[in-house]
């Protein structure tokens, strides 16, 4: 007897009924949980499986890009003022109907005595490098340091 998913109604711009349901994804580094939408109605389901394991894999796919973020050497996360600390990398949930693909690097801007968190904008994961990735969270962090800044000037930290 097939095993019927616990879930939660949601929309799905097919117009078919679709179900969030939270899943193991298992990397080289561990586990995490991960909700996902589908239109599977059992765990045995073809459609399932293949998501899945498309889940799977991604993941890894961010899990490595994030690790390698995290390795980055000291003078590299360098800002004008302070630092860049703390990546990761977040992913863009999908309805039921697309595949997984968009991540949104974050980090934690340190300066002026403050710790703030920043994220660039989601994009696809294909093709993304370290460099670009850090290219942009710098950009992220520059309104955040000019804002640290007038508060510093005016005496608020």
Do not use: W
């Not at 711009?13 to 991960?34: E, L």
Request: glycine share 4%; charged share 30%; with cysteine.
């Amino acid at each position: 007897m097939p095993i019927t998913l616990e879930y939660s109604p949601v929309p799905c711009k097919c117009g078919k009924p679709a179900r969030r349901i939270t899943v193991p994804v298992r990397n080289k580094r561990g586990m995490r949980m991960v909700s996902m939408d589908t239109h599977a109605e059992c765990v045995t389901d073809a459609r399932f499986i293949a998501a899945a394991k498309r889940l799977d894999r991604f993941h890894e796919r961010v899990h490595h890009l994030a690790a390698e973020l995290r390795a980055l050497p000291a003078d590299q996360c360098s800002l004008r003022a302070g630092r860049l600390i703390e990546f990761d990398i977040d992913t863009v949930h999908p309805d039921a109907c697309t595949v997984r693909s968009e991540i949104i690097p974050t980090a934690t801007v340190d300066a002026y005595s403050q710790r703030v968190p920043i994220h660039a904008e989601p994009r696809a994961m294909k093709g993304q490098s370290v460099k670009a990735l850090l290219r942009d969270l710098v950009a992220a962090a520059e309104p955040v340091l000019e804002r640290l800044a007038r508060a510093k000037d005016r005496g608020d930290i």
